[in-house]
């Protein structure tokens, strides 16, 4: 270093407030810093906390709902612009798997898996994991936008049709498709209040109701088990509230062991462990088993977590929650958990932004190809987007083709007549009224 540059390093200083700031810790004693270090641990858990609880507040300004007997007259559409900020910006990596594990519960009933076994659907991995990401893609896309979008309708639509030859012949029982809504309505706010930082407020879970309730109605669910079926619900918590009475009856009386719950719960679980190294996959294996309950345990069979790992997840997601809650500030708007592209492409299909199975409708671009989850799929010896040719759809989904490879091009007629039927019953308005 010549002189000249050994000089300007020596008596350069930075200009205005971080030269103030600059000086100010230079002159500090160890007992300032300390100070100063106890301030900033006071006040920035103090700002997060702030800070956290401003989006709940704006949704209760946004939709005001001061009362009970207010929240009767709550639209589908605020009902999923609410549950919108709930899955995607406040809580989206717990209500994702709740609706996971929604779909997952339902194997503990006999009736339920025996069928599902009896499709092949998980008869080899191939098959599972496409059932898996297909089933994530439709309830997705009925979820992510509006109740009157053309996504949405026609994702309740490929759903009816796939369902309906199981239906009209009585293979599906109705019950089994209300007990499966209800899950879907009750296990996001069963896991947001048991493992998030805050529990959903009455709102939230009124928004929750109406817009499960209204779905169900899309689906031409039966209430007829439910006590107010006949003189009609007052709002989305009623509703719940009944679902949740007829669910836990539902569950004594038809969740028991099955060797066919096993089954297709052992399938499930291997796909929900496909991204952990083989030497870790007994750790996965033992946490769904803790996610679950003494009686869901006993219909699919599974042993109790060893008390280490219980310990171990119970810490793991307590400390969760405390971090989320004191450290963690909010999600931005354009960090939000958006799960498929917004536009067609030029095979007017659209791709799921991510992937945790096998890489099915995922566009295979630069980032997705050598990015850090390609890299961590790529050690772990698994298939990247675009590998195998078009076996994973690298061009997208088309939502009228969701599903098995034997049903792809079929129920076009059924499907242009339920977007036609849900185009007139789906407005977005009080499903109550």
Known sequence: MDNTTKYLVETWQPPGLLSQATQIIKDATLRQ?????????????TIVSLLRFRR?????????YPTRESMAKMTDNEAWEIQKAVSELEFPF???????????????????SSLLAGTGQFSNPRHSLK???????????FVAYAPTSDRSQSAIARVNFLHSGYRSTGKILEDDMLYTLSLFALEPIRFIDTYEWRKLSELEQCALGTYWKSL??????????????????????????????????YEKEKMVPNAKNKYTAD????ILV????SKLKHVGYNFVSFMMDDRLRRAMMYEPPAALYANVFSAALALRKFFLRYLALPRPYFLRAAKFSEHQNEYGRFFTTEWDAAP?????????????TAWLTWVLGLPLPGDEGDKYYPQGYHIPDVGPKYQEGKGREYLEVTRDRLHKERTGKCPFH
């Open 33 to 45: 810093i300390l100070s100063y270090v106890l301030v900033g641990l006071i006040a920035y858990p």
């Open 56 to 64: 709940l507040k704006k949704l209760h300004e946004k939709y005001h």
């Open 94 to 112: 717990m209500y994702i798997k709740a609706l996971q594990f929604a779909l997952f519960r339902t194997y503990g009933i006999p009736t339920i």
């Open 131 to 141: 059932r898996y990401v297909d089933t994530s893609v439709l309830i997705g896309e």
């Open 216 to 249: 169900g109605d899309a689906m031409q669910i039966s209430y007829a088990a439910l006590p107010s079926y006949k003189t009609g619900f007052r709002d989305g918590l009623h509703w719940l509230e009944e679902m949740d009475v007829w669910r836990k009856a």
């Open 267 to 270: 399938q499930t679980t291997a």
């Open 274 to 277: 496909y991204m952990l190294p």
């Open 360 to 372: 099915y409708y995922v566009k295979p671009t630069f980032w997705n190809r050598w990015g850090p």
